[in-house]
T-cell receptor, first 112, second 117 residues
Framework: GQQLNQSPQSMFIQEGEDVSMNCTSS?????WLWYKQDPGEGPVLLIA?????ELTSNGRLTAQFGITRKDSFLNISASIPSDVGIYFC????????????FGQGTRLTINP | DSGVTQTPKHLITATGQRVTLRCSPR?????VYWYQQSLDQGLQFLIQ???????AKGNILERFSAQQFPDLHSELNLSSLELGDSALYFC????????????????FGSGTRLTVV
């Protein structure tokens, strides 16, 4: 089945630094989504991307839908302590039923 | 509050036992999805129901089953539990059934943490 390779698996940064993470796949995806999961909670949608090449921002977050439809990245600028958590990419495979496929997650830790 | 309600929040049970996890979708949502998240793992799709009918199946074990009731709430039944079944189980909902009928991904509940001892 379709798989998403998300990297890096974990990041340890200083407060104020910029963050970049990405997801790649060997197959085409119709939609790319980025979620954040806080401890003990369910994932919360951050950004949704629907067209190849689309670049979307949500405050300090920016994400892009790769032109090949096989990748996406998420950038966080000027990180703050509340950015700590696990970030998941997710995609809707092209040609399949509406069933989100998730990456393995990027665990972000911020040193104040 | 996402609008998706999962109960119980925590569950501790012994191996070999059976448990039922409950999910109430967001008001107006017809599709319910169940995902399993093991320690430090991503989310693994288990099963989807749309308006009471099974719509898609993922890597769901034969010991696991689910159903969606007329009021659209869903239950995930886990039987003959093993230590490896310990995980977070998430329910998510959307309005539509297939791609194109809704946008913005799924809305997740807060999960049920299952510990099998």
């Amino acid at each position: 089945g379709q798989q998403l390779n998300q990297s890096p698996q974990s990041m340890f940064i200083q407060e104020g630094e910029d963050v970049s993470m990405n997801c790649t796949s060997s197959s085409i995806f119709n939609t790319w989504l980025w979620y954040k999961q806080d401890p003990g909670e369910g994932p919360v949608l951050l950004i949704a991307l629907y067209k190849a090449g689309e670049l979307t921002s949500n405050g300090r977050l920016t994400a892009q839908f790769g032109i090949t439809r096989k990748d996406s990245f998420l950038n966080i600028s000027a990180s703050i302590p509340s950015d700590v958590g696990i970030y998941f990419c997710a995609g809707l495979p092209w040609g399949g039923a509406q069933k989100l496929v998730f990456g393995q997650g990027t665990r972000l830790t911020i040193n104040p | 509050d996402s609008g998706v309600t999962q109960t119980p929040k925590h569950l501790i049970t012994a191996t070999g036992q059976r448990v039922t996890l409950r999910c109430s979708p967001r008001s107006g949502d017809l599709s319910v999805y169940w995902y399993q998240q093991s320690l430090d793992q991503g989310l693994q799709f288990l099963i989807q129901y749309y308006n009471g009918e099974e719509r898609a199946k993922g890597n769901i074990l034969e010991r696991f089953s689910a159903q969606q009731f007329p009021d659209l709430h869903s239950e995930l039944n886990l039987s003959s539990l093993e230590l490896g079944d310990s995980a977070l189980y998430f329910c998510a909902s959307t309005h539509g059934r297939d791609r194109g009928l809704n946008r913005g991904g799924y809305t997740f509940g807060s999960g049920t943490r299952l510990t099998v001892v």
